[in-house]
């Protein structure tokens, strides 16, 4: 009697065995192939082509298991590949993997630069088939499932060279505006000199509205990316305001 059933059950446990072995197989060709391109080809691509080759794997692991066990590793496959899909949400991680595999194709990003997506903000730390990585100016990591990044608008700070930044300063409507804007645009000349070369890069300066007695300066000005900011801004300022105190006027509405 127990040979019977072990008879009947061994074309099941062949194909779980099989299977087993397969992924197996897949994950240590996927580590190895991913750790062995990573200094040739960059982290994003040996990654890549680590997932593909375990994929390759697994459509291979499942033709051999129908090839050996037939009817009953068929059955065996279709329970696994349902018991997953529920399990993991097969639909959500497919969307994952395609829109990871168009942004390798068409590589709207990658690691280093810097973005806006999903709304978030960050420079890329890594890219990978199904998450992107972003490292925060507070140091934080954001992982952003590739199918929410690529249905959202992207933009790439860093897909040409700059970033423009700007800064406003009140200017009292009783001073001169002509020699405070010629003073602003001779102290902003070279705020950012390697992008020097690039006339669009060029720092302006433009006044549109006056509000409570104050002319308002708005002084525009591009760096080189940065995760943060805030000290490019900081400097800016200074440079604004110091040109205009030292050109003799006063910041002061009532002096």
Do not use: C
């Not at 302006?204 to 080189?224: P, S």
Request: proline letters at 3%; zero cysteines; a negative charge.
């Amino acid at each position: 009697m127990s040979d019977g059933v072990f008879e009947a059950l061994r074309p099941f446990l062949n194909a779980i065995l099989i299977g087993l072995g397969g992924v197996l197989i897949a994950l240590i060709v996927s580590w190895v192939v991913s750790h062995l391109l990573a200094r040739p080809m960059g982290s994003v691509w040996s990654r890549f082509i680590g997932s593909f080759l375990a994929l390759a794997i697994g459509i291979w692991t499942v033709k051999v298991i129908l090839d050996t066990t037939g009817a009953a590793g068929l059955l065996v496959v279709i329970v696994t590949a349902i018991t997953g899909a529920f399990a993991i949400g097969s639909e959500r991680i497919a969307g994952d993997l395609l829109a990871g595999v168009s942004l390798f194709v068409g590589r709207t990003y990658s690691a280093g630069d810097y973005v806006v997506i999903a709304g978030r903000e960050g420079r890329v730390a890594n890219v990978s088939l199904f998450l992107t990585t972003l490292e925060t100016v507070n140091g934080d990591e954001i992982y952003i499932r590739n199918a929410e990044a690529t249905n959202g608008t992207i933009v790439n700070y860093s897909a040409h060279p700059g970033h423009l930044i700007s800064v406003k300063v009140p200017l009292p409507v009783n001073q001169d505006l002509n020699v405070a804007v010629n003073a602003i645009q001779e102290a902003v000349i070279g705020f950012a000199p390697d992008l020097s070369a690039k006339s669009l890069s060029q720092p302006a300066v433009v006044v549109q509205t006056a509000e409570e007695g104050y002319f308002i300066i708005e002084v525009r000005a591009y760096m080189i990316d940065r995760l943060d900011a805030g000290p490019e801004m900081t400097r800016l300022f200074l440079l604004a305001v110091n040109a205009i105190k030292k050109a003799g006027l006063s910041l002061e509405a009532n002096a």
